[in-house]
């Protein structure tokens, strides 16, 4: 049997949000290996950065554009909100385990995110960054993945460091983006 093979370019919109100095920028940074912007918006404080693959699935292969939504710098968040929340289909949650206040105030992002986005059709992921710091920890892996069990959302730890945790965490967000029984995840074509 032949199979069918498809090639559509769909673009997913995926905001992070967390306190600052989580380490969000630098997520991206590395996921997409871009050190310099894509497009920068000093005006609204948001970089927008994508991130392009070919997915294998058992049907075929899909091509996939990833982009994403970062807060930058020192900006009244409420005056970018709308925009920034419009037709987001994932939210990544980010908190430094090093800092408990950062996760505290996980409550108040996912509050805010259920209050600006259509949270039925959103994915959440919480992610506790900043792992190589173990003997900084303030907040345990099992309080994390508490909070994500309380938040129905899946939950990564990562360090943007040593990249323990990040392909994991975007073989994830991508699974569930294109919810599909995925044969092989192989950024096989990435720019
Ligand atoms: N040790 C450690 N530092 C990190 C990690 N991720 C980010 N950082 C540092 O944390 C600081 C804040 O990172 P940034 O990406 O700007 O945070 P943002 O404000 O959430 O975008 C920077 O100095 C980063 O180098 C990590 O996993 N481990
Ligand atoms: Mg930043």
């Given at each position: 049997?032949?199979?069918?093979?498809?090639?559509?370019?769909?673009?997913?919109?995926?905001?992070?949000?967390?306190?600052?100095?989580?380490?969000?920028?630098?997520?991206?940074?590395?996921?997409?290996?871009?050190?310099?912007?894509?497009?920068?918006?000093?005006?609204?404080?948001?970089?927008?950065?994508?991130?392009?693959?070919?997915?294998?699935?058992?049907?075929?292969?899909?091509?996939?554009?990833?982009?994403?939504?970062?807060?930058?710098?020192?900006?009244?968040?409420?005056?970018?909100?709308?925009?920034?929340?419009?037709?987001?289909?994932?939210?990544?949650?980010?908190?430094?385990?090093?800092?408990?206040?950062?996760?505290?105030?996980?409550?108040?992002?996912?509050?805010?995110?259920?209050?600006?986005?259509?949270?039925?059709?959103?994915?959440?992921?919480?992610?506790?960054?900043?792992?190589?710091l173990e003997n900084e920890r303030?907040?345990?892996?099992?309080?994390?993945?508490?909070?994500?069990?309380?938040?129905?959302?899946?939950?990564?730890?990562?360090?943007?460091?040593?990249?323990?945790?990040?392909?994991?965490?975007?073989?994830?967000?991508?699974?569930?983006?294109?919810?599909?029984?995925?044969?092989?995840?192989?950024?096989?074509?990435?720019?």
């Amino acid at each position: 049997m032949v199979k069918k093979k498809y090639y559509a370019r769909t673009p997913y919109k995926i905001v992070v949000i967390g306190d600052p100095a989580v380490g969000k920028t630098t997520l991206i940074q590395k996921y997409t290996k871009k050190i310099y912007r894509d497009e920068y918006l000093p005006t609204l404080g948001v970089e927008i950065t994508s991130k392009e693959a070919d997915i294998k699935t058992f049907d075929g292969v899909e091509h996939i554009s990833l982009i994403f939504w970062d807060l930058s710098g020192q900006l009244q968040f409420s005056k970018v909100r709308t925009i920034f929340y419009s037709g987001v289909k994932a939210i990544l949650y980010m908190y430094d385990i090093t800092n408990p206040r950062s996760f505290q105030n996980i409550n108040y992002w996912y509050k805010e995110a259920i209050d600006n986005s259509k949270m039925s059709t959103t994915i959440g992921i919480l992610i506790g960054n900043k792992i190589d710091l173990e003997n900084e920890r303030k907040i345990s892996h099992v309080s994390g993945s508490s909070k994500a069990l309380e938040l129905k959302m899946q939950f990564f730890e990562t360090s943007c460091k040593t990249h323990r945790g990040v392909n994991e965490l975007f073989n994830a967000l991508i699974k569930l983006l294109i919810n599909k029984n995925i044969h092989n995840i192989e950024l096989i074509q990435s720019k």
